[in-house]
């Protein structure tokens, strides 16, 4: 027997350990798992090259627990070790690493900067362990070794009987991670870290019932045979070529991946390259609606099949995290933080590449079959109108798919919209004029008037709209985007509208004072001659500070700092309308008040600025005059 002490130059480099990586003690299990998976591969790949003359078999990775001795085991029938490479591997190689990434993250591994404690190696184990034991038989003919060590640098290392190729990896654990015996927990850390790993891995048995034989007897019982119960999928879809692979596998590896999500995706994006980086990956675009809520099915970042993280921000555009799905690439460094990433000129390839490919691929949808791209819209336009404002490469993109729909459902790219309106919705500026409605209810009185007159009014009626129309209209499209309740709607209702006044000037003059005398200081009364059988009294906003206030709610956009700016209206009264007629005659003052306010409150109603004790006197009000 062989003992010593392993160079380190810190005196005890394990209760650091603990202390450093203490929240994340549990990828113990996914470290010790990766070697025995590298072992394996590694024999694999001798046997390949010829280097080794040994029967490959069909090798596992069994995680065995046992209860009473408080012991973990994790066996493979990967390469092994000899003695020497014992010495060399785990006493030199392991511990340096160990100390050099104690060195190096003494301060930043607090604040878990580093994703997944990624490339911990060996060492991790004394995380929940205070001893471990490996028993390892090489590949090569050579005794087996058997080495321990109790978590001071003292180890012992010894010939032992093992007779079986590979390596056994025994875990004492501490006191303070007894937890880590509970078959539950394994189970959960299994399907966290390994459940798409490339060997297959073996966690305890499973009884299956074989079929009824065609000549069995009445009384027959089933026979039943114990198999091993393996908790991966060797060959997760992503590691296939798409040419392999039907919609209905894309859609039964969604499900593999979330088995908790009970809808389909819209549809996929297969990630595949090995130039400039390597990375492979499958996006799914989930039915999405209009809601932005954060989702607790993530994005699930691996690495050579092994899970590191579901949080990608930094290395997936902050647009694209509302997808689900994986990415797989041994490119992304791990072992830096955050700020680390964001400043890594491979992972910004990435980024730009995944961004890319998902506007080719929503290209090609719209191209290939236009009618089930519209019919997906209102589920992905959230994410495509966010990735519009926050990436210029993908806003460039865009404009080849992104639609414009009508409050009537027919969908345009901004091209063709262009077309369609060039004919009569332009303003005194020549500019073309884009209605549109954010609310087909609270507006539907404005719509149906645009409707009328033979405009277009569009549905935009995202809680990001008004940023991104406002890009939009920098962006020299030569657009105006204007509301249908917005006070610039005159510019174009009035256009071809050449009515004339019933009133004299003096009248007029005479209705707006006593207009004005009753209506609240935030509502400008403005006086049109319009059709007379159109709405009395209309209540417009003016677009840009409706447009502001938005921005600055809906966020994004701290830079606009308009928290709380007041509410603007103009009053809007058609004076050849009965109503503005009979205020304009009545003597009793009181009257001529209850008139006007009884008007202003439902020109409110009718776009949902009625609340709570106003509309509550309004209901009292109006019940009182039809009783
Ligand atoms: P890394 O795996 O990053 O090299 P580790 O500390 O995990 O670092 O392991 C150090 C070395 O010990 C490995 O490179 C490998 O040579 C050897 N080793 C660890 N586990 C096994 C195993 N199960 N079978 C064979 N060799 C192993």
């Not at 930043?108 to 004394?126: C, Q, V």
């Not at 603007?568 to 205020?583: D, F, G, K, Q, R």
């Amino acid at each position: 027997m062989t003992t010593g002490k392993i160079n380190v130059s810190v005196e005890n480099i394990f209760p650091l350990i603990k202390k450093f990586l203490y929240s994340d003690h549990e990828i113990f299990l996914r470290e010790l798992i990766s070697n025995g998976t590298d072992a394996t591969l590694k024999l694999k790949h001798l046997i390949s090259i010829g280097e080794a003359k040994v029967e490959y078999g069909n090798p596992i990775i069994e995680i065995k627990i046992d209860k009473e001795g408080k012991k973990i085991h994790i066996i493979d029938q990967g390469l092994g070790m000899t003695a020497d490479e014992v010495e060399k591997y785990i006493n030199q190689v392991a511990f340096s690493g160990a100390e050099e990434f104690l060195d190096k993250y003494k301060d930043s591994a607090k604040d878990s900067g580093i994703i997944g404690h990624f490339g911990l190696g060996f060492y991790s184990a004394f995380m929940v362990a205070e001893k471990v034991e490996i028993f390892t038989k090489s590949y090569k003919d050579e005794p087996a070794a058997h080495w321990t060590c109790d978590g001071s640098p003292e180890f012992t290392l010894e010939p032992t009987d093992k007779t079986t190729r590979g390596t056994e990896i025994v875990l004492h654990i501490a006191e303070d991670s007894l937890e880590f015996l509970e078959d539950s927990k394994i189970y959960e850390l299994l399907n966290k870290y390994n459940k798409f790993m490339p060997i297959p891995i073996k966690f305890g048995t499973k009884t299956e019932t074989l079929p009824k034989p065609e000549d069995a007897p009445e009384d027959y019982i089933n026979e039943t045979i114990e198999l091993d119960n393996i908790i991966n999928n060797p060959n997760p879809a992503w590691t296939k070529q798409p040419t392999e692979l039907s919609d209905e596998d894309y859609k039964s590896f969604y499900r593999e991946l979330y088995p908790m999500q009970f809808e389909d995706p819209l549809f996929n994006i297969h990630l595949n390259v090995d130039y400039p980086f390597n990375l492979t990956g499958i996006l799914y675009f989930p039915k999405l609606g209009s809601d932005m809520q954060i989702q607790k099915d993530k994005i699930q970042l691996y690495q050579n099949q092994v899970y590191v993280t579901d949080n990608v921000e930094g290395i997936v555009p902050e647009f694209l995290t509302m997808l689900k799905g994986v990415i797989d690439s041994p490119d992304i460094p791990l072992n830096v933080s955050r700020s680390g990433l964001q400043a890594d000129g491979a992972v910004k390839k990435i980024s730009n590449y995944i961004t890319r490919k998902v506007a080719d691929k929503l290209k090609a949808l719209f191209n290939e079959n236009r009618a089930d791209f519209e019919e997906k819209w209102n589920d992905i336009k959230i994410v495509l109108e966010y990735g519009m404002l926050s990436e210029d490469k993908f806003y460039e993109k865009a404009g080849a798919f992104f639609l414009y729909p009508t409050v009537d459902n027919t969908y345009f790219t901004l091209e063709e919209l262009k077309e369609k309106i060039k004919e009569n919705q332009t303003d005194k500026d020549g500019k073309l004029v884009v209605l549109y409605a954010g609310n087909k209810d609270a507006q539907h009185s404005y719509i149906e008037t645009a409707k009328e007159k033979g405009y277009e009014v569009l549905l935009l009626d995202s809680p990001i709209i008004s940023h991104l129309i406002q890009k939009i209209e920098g962006d020299n499209t030569g657009l105006s985007f204007v509301r249908v309740d917005s006070d610039h709607i005159d510019n174009l209702i009035k256009k071809d509208e050449n009515t004339i006044s019933k009133l004299s000037d003096e009248e007029k003059e005479a209705l707006k004072t006593s207009l004005e005398a009753y209506i609240p200081k935030a509502y400008s009364v403005q006086l049109e001659a319009m059709d007379s059988q159109a709405a009395p009294f209309i209540i417009t906003q003016p677009e840009f500070m409706r447009r502001m206030k938005e921005m600055s709610q809906s966020g994004g956009s701290g830079m606009f700092g308009m928290g709380n700016m007041p509410e603007m209206y103009n009053l809007v009264v058609n004076t050849n309308s009965e109503l503005a007629t009979n205020i304009l005659n009545t003597e009793d003052k009181t009257h001529q008040e209850h008139l006007v306010k009884q008007a202003l409150d439902l020109a409110k109603l009718s776009q949902n600025l009625l609340k709570g004790e106003a509309l509550t006197a309004f209901v009292k009000r109006s019940f009182e005059m039809i009783k």
